[in-house]
């Protein structure tokens, strides 16, 4: 949601499976905190599921998308493949180390080990999920 | 044809509301362009950013200032552009 203009900081789009498992809930632990430190923004993986316009566009001109899936099923991971989104930064919990279970109580360290692999991927120095960049992204501007 | 640009009036939301009424001059077609600069109407939409257009009810463009040839091209698929 844009709540105020050219507000994301880095422009890096956070999805996360939000899933009912630890690992799920770690994926949206550690985007909502994140977003809070104004690494990225968080953005809502259901809009885009439901193939809603303006999520399924957002997606597709974001300039940075990073995904976060608990385990290896790849919920978030399918959803963006359903409408073509190439992906470049995913992040798969479980391969982290951490083990997946029903119980859905979160560490405090599972969830910065979480936050330093997102920051990590987002690292990664390759194209964008939009495979052009058309316009002018990104902030520049003095009012914001 | 309606378009709507989302954004609450930074530069690059009057950047691109520039862009978009030149494509819609050069095109030689009649659009309603309105500014949409109230949140609770620009989170209506779902975008992730701004600035955002909309042309026709469908989102075309987030976060970034569209270029006057892609606009055109929103047009022209909407049947409204010549060039």
């Known amino acids: 949601m844009a709540e105020t203009c050219c507000s994301g900081g880095n422009g890096v789009m956070i999805l996360a499976c939000s899933g009912c498992s630890n690992t799920g809930q770690l994926s949206n632990q550690a985007a909502v905190e994140l977003t809070r430190e104004g690494f990225g923004k968080m953005f809502c993986l259901a809009g885009i599921g439901g193939k809603l316009p303006g999520f399924v566009q957002s997606v597709k001109d974001a300039p940075i998308v990073v995904v976060i899936d608990g385990c290896p099923m790849g919920c978030a991971k399918a959803i963006l493949e359903d409408i073509h989104v190439p992906l470049k930064h995913c992040l798969v919990i479980t391969d982290e180390g951490i083990e997946k279970n029903k119980n859905l109580q979160l560490e405090r360290s599972d969830i910065d080990r979480v936050k330093a692999a997102v920051k990590r991927i987002a690292d990664k120095k390759e194209p964008s999920a939009a495979p052009e960049t058309k316009g002018v992204s990104g902030c520049g501007c003095t009012e914001c | ?83």
């Open chain 2, 1 to 83: 044809m309606e378009i709507k640009i989302l954004g609450p009036g930074c530069p690059k939301c009057r950047q691109t509301e520039k862009v978009v009424k030149e494509a819609v001059a050069e095109c030689g077609v009649a659009a309603d362009v309105e500014k949409v600069t109230d949140v609770m109407k620009i989170a209506g939409y779902g975008v992730f950013g701004t600035p955002a257009v909309v042309v026709d009810g469908e989102v075309k463009s987030v976060g970034k200032i569209p270029r006057k040839e892609d606009v055109k091209s929103w047009l022209n698929k909407q049947g409204g552009c010549n060039g």
